[in-house]
């Protein structure tokens, strides 16, 4: 009977951890469309991806302490309904904003609810062998999510319409609640340390001012842009104190003296910098730029994850054979020489998805070398005991700079527009104009955009110009992700240090 309901527990966190996977990477897919149907501009677009990372920022480490609190199983019963009802709301919004407010509520849900799957599982399965091999189901369920989220968003476009990518989500969430309320079994730590309310709000609020800056600076005064970064900078001030002043902070921040354990959190970073949010433009590039529907781009995303399923028992081959040290530089290094390649295949002339390809497939080579090695090792590099504050601030860091990275790259995309633009009309049009053209064509809906500017028919009848600098919009972003991850390559390399370390510099256990 104990594995039976094991089996249960297990099949509806998988099922919630689904979930999670496809809501990052099926929607980018139908963003072109919600360009053209629900009237959202550029900025719209990045908030609607940005919101659900924001969100899950905000609520991953609170979500530990409350589960041991109040029940493990309680908690995922309540973030999993509050997931479910948030992407009813998605799929129902009538409007861009409201459809950022709904996309905000389904990352607190779906944040708090990755944080409980892990909670859940640990205590659910006592047994060592039995706890290793239901962690390896999730993870090949959650990499099913992502890896397959594209495919499965275009498809739903293509046989419904955009408002069934979040839709769908509802019945699987009822399916999910059924299997957990009938395996999970209910468990509480009586001796659960407060809440860090303080380290939360100021990270959450440093976070936000960020992206908020980043993405909406260009319409910010002088004035408000200070206030902003003056507002972003306190709070991240505020978060360090806080960290420090209390007894039971959310980040210990001892544990980055541990060279394994910061060098894996480079890989963190790195593969966010990059890959992740990346992966929210693709789509616009292979629409906008190439001209493909929502269906094709979806397979043509494939070669972009597939990789992050597959690679994984070859990386930690990798690391068991070289070390932590050689294969997460190494992933970084694959990663940064696939954007490299795909800035390349996009500079040609007459570029497709076959110029593509390569670099598509070698980044996803790469952050498959990447991820499994820097997750067992930010874990491996403490003692058991400090485990969960490892993984914690291993996901902090990734969604942190995912957050922020989204913002960047858009910004990027946008400047790279603007700067193509500015070279080729920039005498025929105001400044204001040539920015708001220029975050139309970073839609990657070129069709009508002389109805926004009426000078646009008479200065480009063909649409080449503007069909160019959106090319060189991506060039940009393409070269940025290659050289900084190829950067964050070599930090991590010189972070992890020479093969022999001190003892006291290798943790409890270091993931080698």
Same mark, same amino acid.
């Given at each position: 009977?104990?594995?039976?309901?094991?089996?249960?527990?297990?099949?509806?966190?998988?099922?919630?951890?689904?979930?999670?996977?496809?809501?990052?990477?099926?929607?980018?897919?139908?963003?072109?469309?919600?360009?053209?149907?629900?009237?959202?501009?550029? #900025?719209?677009?990045?908030?609607?991806?940005?919101?659900?990372?924001?969100?899950?920022?905000?609520?991953?480490?609170?979500?530990?302490?409350?589960?041991?609190? =109040?029940?493990?199983?309680?908690?995922?019963?309540?973030?999993?309904?509050?997931?479910?009802?948030?992407?009813?709301?998605?799929?129902?919004?009538?409007?861009?904003?409201?459809?950022?407010?709904?996309?905000?509520?389904?990352?607190?849900?779906?944040?708090?609810?990755?944080?409980?799957?892990?909670?859940?599982?640990?205590?659910?399965?006592?047994?060592? !062998?039995?706890?290793?091999?239901?962690?390896?189901?999730?993870?090949?369920?959650?990499? +099913?999510?992502?890896? @397959?989220?594209?495919? +499965?968003?275009?498809?739903?476009?293509?046989?419904?319409?955009?408002?069934?990518? @979040?839709?769908?989500?509802?019945?699987?969430?009822?399916?999910?609640?059924? =299997?957990?309320?009938?395996?999970?079994?209910?468990? #509480?730590?009586?001796?659960?340390?407060?809440?860090?309310?303080?380290?939360?709000?100021?990270?959450?609020?440093?976070?936000?001012? $960020?992206?908020?800056?980043?993405?909406?600076?260009?319409?910010?005064?002088?004035?408000?842009?200070?206030?902003?970064?003056?507002?972003?900078?306190?709070? =991240?001030?505020?978060?360090?104190?806080?960290?420090?002043?209390?007894?039971?902070?959310?980040?210990?921040?001892?544990?980055?003296?541990?060279?394994?354990?910061?060098?894996?959190?480079?890989?963190?970073?790195?593969?966010? $910098?990059?890959?992740?949010?990346?992966?929210?433009?693709?789509?616009?590039?292979?629409?906008?730029?190439?001209?493909? &529907?929502?269906?094709?781009?979806?397979?043509?995303?494939?070669?972009?994850?597939?990789?992050?399923? /597959?690679?994984?028992?070859?990386?930690?081959?990798?690391?068991? !054979?070289?070390?932590? !040290?050689?294969?997460?530089?190494?992933?970084?290094?694959?990663?940064?020489?696939?954007?490299?390649?795909?800035?390349?295949?996009?500079?040609?002339?007459?570029?497709?998805?076959?110029?593509?390809?390569?670099?598509?497939?070698?980044?996803?080579?790469?952050?498959?070398?990447?991820?499994?090695?820097?997750?067992?090792?930010?874990?491996?590099?403490?003692?058991?005991?400090?485990?969960?504050?490892?993984?914690?601030?291993? +996901?902090?860091?990734?969604?942190?700079?995912?957050?922020?990275?989204?913002? /960047?790259?858009?910004?990027?995309?946008?400047?790279?527009?603007?700067?193509?633009? #500015?070279?080729?009309?920039?005498?025929?049009?105001?400044? &204001?104009?040539?920015?708001?053209?220029?975050?139309?064509?970073?839609?990657?809906?070129?069709?009508?955009?002389?109805?926004?500017?009426?000078?646009?028919?008479?200065?480009?009848?063909?649409?080449?110009?503007?069909?160019?600098?959106? /090319?060189?919009? $991506?060039?940009?972003?393409?070269?940025?992700?290659?050289?900084?991850?190829?950067?964050?390559?070599?930090?991590? =390399?010189?972070?992890?240090?020479?093969?022999?370390?001190?003892?006291?510099?290798?943790? $409890?256990?270091?993931?080698?």
């Amino acid at each position: 009977m104990p594995i039976q309901r094991n089996t249960i527990a297990l099949t509806g966190v998988c099922l919630a951890s689904l979930l999670f996977g496809l809501e990052i990477s099926s929607v980018p897919v139908i963003l072109p469309k919600l360009e053209s149907v629900l009237a959202a501009n550029f #900025r719209d677009l990045q908030w609607i991806m940005n919101a659900y990372t924001i969100a899950c920022t905000t609520v991953l480490m609170a979500t530990g302490t409350l589960a041991d609190r =109040f029940g493990r199983k309680s908690v995922m019963v309540i973030t999993t309904v509050a997931f479910g009802l948030a992407s009813l709301l998605c799929g129902l919004a009538p409007s861009a904003a409201l459809l950022i407010a709904a996309r905000f509520l389904q990352g607190l849900a779906g944040g708090a609810m990755l944080t409980c799957s892990v909670a859940v599982l640990s205590h659910q399965f006592q047994d060592g !062998r039995e706890r290793g091999k239901a962690f390896v189901a999730w993870s090949v369920v959650s990499g +099913i999510g992502l890896g @397959f989220g594209p495919a +499965i968003g275009g498809l739903i476009v293509a046989l419904s319409n955009w408002q069934w990518v @979040f839709l769908i989500h509802v019945p699987l969430a009822l399916l999910a609640l059924a =299997f957990i309320g009938a395996g999970v079994t209910q468990s #509480r730590d009586h001796n659960a340390q407060k809440l860090d309310w303080a380290g939360m709000l100021t990270l959450s609020a440093a976070v936000f001012g $960020f992206s908020y800056l980043i993405t909406q600076g260009a319409d910010l005064g002088t004035s408000a842009r200070i206030g902003v970064i003056s507002a972003s900078v306190a709070a =991240f001030i505020a978060f360090l104190v806080a960290e420090r002043v209390n007894p039971y902070p959310m980040f210990d921040f001892s544990v980055f003296r541990i060279r394994q354990f910061s060098g894996a959190i480079m890989g963190a970073i790195g593969m966010n $910098f990059s890959y992740w949010p990346f992966i929210i433009y693709l789509p616009i590039y292979y629409s906008g730029v190439l001209g493909y &529907d929502s269906t094709t781009t979806g397979l043509l995303l494939l070669v972009y994850t597939l990789p992050f399923m /597959v690679m994984p028992p070859i990386a930690e081959r990798i690391r068991a !054979r070289y070390q932590a !040290r050689i294969a997460i530089p190494l992933g970084l290094l694959t990663l940064g020489i696939g954007f490299i390649a795909m800035w390349i295949g996009s500079r040609l002339e007459g570029a497709t998805w076959l110029t593509m390809l390569p670099g598509t497939l070698i980044a996803g080579i790469g952050i498959g070398l990447t991820n499994s090695p820097t997750t067992n090792t930010t874990t491996g590099a403490v003692s058991p005991d400090r485990a969960g504050m490892a993984s914690g601030i291993d +996901i902090s860091a990734r969604l942190i700079t995912l957050a922020i990275n989204i913002a /960047v790259l858009g910004l990027l995309l946008t400047q790279g527009i603007v700067s193509h633009l #500015r070279a080729t009309l920039g005498a025929a049009l105001e400044p &204001d104009e040539l920015r708001a053209l220029a975050e139309r064509v970073a839609t990657g809906n070129l069709e009508g955009l002389a109805q926004g500017t009426p000078k646009l028919a008479a200065l480009d009848p063909s649409g080449a110009i503007v069909h160019a600098a959106l /090319v060189n919009g $991506f060039g940009w972003v393409m070269l940025y992700c290659g050289i900084g991850v190829l950067a964050l390559s070599v930090i991590g =390399f010189a972070i992890f240090g020479p093969k022999r370390v001190a003892p006291q510099e290798r943790g $409890f256990a270091p993931a080698e």
